[in-house]
T-cell receptor, first 116, second 115 residues
Framework: DARVTQTPRHKVTEMGQEVTMRCQPI?????VFWYRQTMMQGLELLAY????????DSGMPKDRFSAEMPDATLATLKIQPSEPRDSAVYFC??????????????FGPGTRLTVL | GENVEQHPSTLSVQEGDSAVIKCTYS??????FPWYKQELGKGPQLIID?????GEKKDQRIAVTLNKTAKHFSLHITETQPEDSAVYFC??????????????FGKGTHLIIQP
């Protein structure tokens, strides 16, 4: 049963520290999305990649967030420096998406980040 | 950008009754509308989706309807069961040429099934 995996599942850190979250998309999927979930804002798109190329990162605070796909099996989301307002659950989703084909996104279990 | 409104925020129904959740969207170019179910501590899970060239889609006890003119779509769950209790999200996206863009989500509906 293919699944999106995310590590770590939980992360507690102090303000100012660097945080790196990792995602392994489902093998063969060409598109990877990063979302953030908070009580106040709900689920928000941060960035996404297709065939490892960044397509949209307009949802990310540019000064502190960065997203990369070093290879087809790994996507990373980095926050440096972290702030308390970054506390949220960060979800990675992947899909085999192209025009005229399925648009289904499969979500991982999330990384719960707490910044003290 | 796209804006998705979802109602109600909480819905309590008796087991066996039907539940309906409604969403509206603002971007007429949106053409893909999935519904996700999220249980506590887990990631959202797709339960059904619909594209703009279809008005209705059904999968066992779950159905989705889409009205492109009015820009609204709805989730219908019949014969509700305790395991249907969860938070449900509607979402919308459009195809910018290479496939669907990222999703814009509604705020969610907490569905409670009363035994």
């Amino acid at each position: 049963d293919a699944r999106v995996t995310q590590t770590p599942r939980h992360k507690v850190t102090e303000m100012g520290q660097e945080v790196t979250m990792r995602c392994q998309p489902i093998l063969g999927h060409n598109t990877v999305f990063w979302y953030r979930q908070t009580m106040m804002q709900g689920l928000e798109l941060l960035a996404y990649f297709r065939n490892r190329a960044p397509l949209d990162d307009s949802g990310m605070p540019k000064d502190r967030f960065s997203a990369e796909m070093p290879d087809a099996t790994l996507a990373t989301l980095k926050i440096q420096p972290s702030e308390p307002r970054d506390s949220a659950v960060y979800f990675c989703a992947s899909g085999l998406i192209s025009s005229g084909h399925t648009d289904t996104q499969y979500f991982g279990p999330g990384t719960r980040l707490t910044v003290l | 950008g796209e804006n998705v409104e979802q109602h109600p925020s909480t819905l309590s129904v008796q087991e066996g009754d039907s539940a309906v959740i409604k969403c509206t969207y603002s971007d007429s170019a949106s053409n893909y509308f999935p519904w996700y179910k999220q249980e506590l501590g887990k990631g959202p899970q797709l339960i059904i989706d619909i594209r703009s060239n279809v008005g209705e889609k059904k999968d066992q006890r779950i159905a989705v309807t889409l009205n492109k003119t009015a820009k609204h779509f709805s989730l219908h769950i019949t014969e509700t069961q305790p395991e249907d209790s969860a938070v449900y999200f509607c979402a919308a996206s459009r195809d910018s040429g290479g496939g669907a863009d990222g999703l814009t989500f509604g705020k969610g509906t907490h569905l409670i099934i009363q035994p």
